[in-house]
């Protein structure tokens, strides 16, 4: 598996297999590589004939006091399971090449960068939809998957791209679990050993919301007492539990409208988030 560092490099490399006729599907990551961001290079791997992986900590979407400098970063590891799992080439950027001397411009999805997620992190959305706005404008793949996991972050990203005619087909791909139902991310690895074996309860807390509320009970009073359970057993604190409109994040319209529950706790210094389908 190839590895370019260019802007350049990469559009040259997606130039030749163009030539031959060849799709191209596009998967960006900040690495930290677990089953998750495999089964989303096999994703890519259905719907276009190249995979490139994308592997940049992208620094707009953190805030100070969050873990950028703490974020796993092991190229050669990262490397080796892209590969295995059948991307053909990896755009790994320094930072300059992303964000050169003089860089101001930012992409801000209005609304949906401000709701849920957007108030605890305020930075996070717009600096997710910068940097997916220059990814998929570099590499003008057909199609770019991400996971539904973070499914704020999947709706913004769909919005910036029908906003600004990026032709991209932006693709979701399905959340995978560990054995509890515990959603997998990088950040799984801040939860210390007496932590772990509590953090499924929240994938059981969701779960019991969108089974009770697609039988049509009120959301409301579940996630009041969601949270309450949550804290009980050992959740420090609870950003949010609510359940949404799929579509727009805003409030849910009551059965048989399209609806998500969404939520983020901390359990120790891991600030789990997670969803499901009404
Ligand atoms: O989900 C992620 O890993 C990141 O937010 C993304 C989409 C690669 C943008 O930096």
């Known amino acids: 598996m190839r590895v370019v560092r260019s802007i350049n490099d990469m559009r040259n490399v997606i130039a030749d297999w163009r030539r031959t006729g060849a799709t191209v599907g596009l998967v960006p990551t900040m690495g930290g590589v677990h089953a998750g961001h495999l089964s989303l290079i096999r994703v890519a791997g259905e719907h276009s004939d190249q995979v490139i992986a994308t592997l940049f900590v992208n620094p707009s979407q953190f ?97 910036m791209a029908r906003d600004l005619d990026i032709p991209t087909v932006i ?16 950040r799984n690895r801040y939860l210390s050993a007496a932590e772990r074996p509590h953090a499924g309860r929240l994938f059981s807390a969701i779960s019991d919301i969108a089974r009770a509320t697609a039988e049509g009970a009120d959301p409301i009073p579940l996630c009041n007492a969601a949270e309450r359970r949550l804290i009980e057993s050992g959740f420090r604190q609870v950003d949010y539990i609510t359940v949404r409109d799929a579509n727009t994040l805003e409030q849910y319209r009551g059965p048989g409208t399209p609806g998500r529950v969404l939520a983020a706790a901390w359990l120790g210094k891991a600030r789990l988030i997670d969803n499901l389908d009404v």
């Not at 693709?171 to 990088?186: F, N």
């Open 63 to 159: 805030s100070l006091d969050e873990d950028f400098d703490a974020y796993p970063r092991d190229e050669d590891k990262d490397l080796q399971m892209f590969g295995e799992a059948g991307a053909s080439l990896l755009f790994a950027p320094p930072i300059e090449e992303i964000y050169p001397n003089g860089h101001v411009t930012k992409v801000h999805v209005e609304g949906l960068s401000s709701l849920l997620e957007g108030k605890f992190r305020p930075q996070y959305l717009t600096g997710v939809s910068t940097v997916v706005s220059k990814l998929l404008i570099q590499a003008m793949a057909d199609v770019a998957v991400f996971g539904e996991k973070d499914y704020q972050q999947l709706q913004v990203i769909r919005r």
């Open 171 to 186: 693709l979701g791909a399905p959340t995978i679990r560990e054995y509890d139902g515990l959603a997998m991310s990088s």
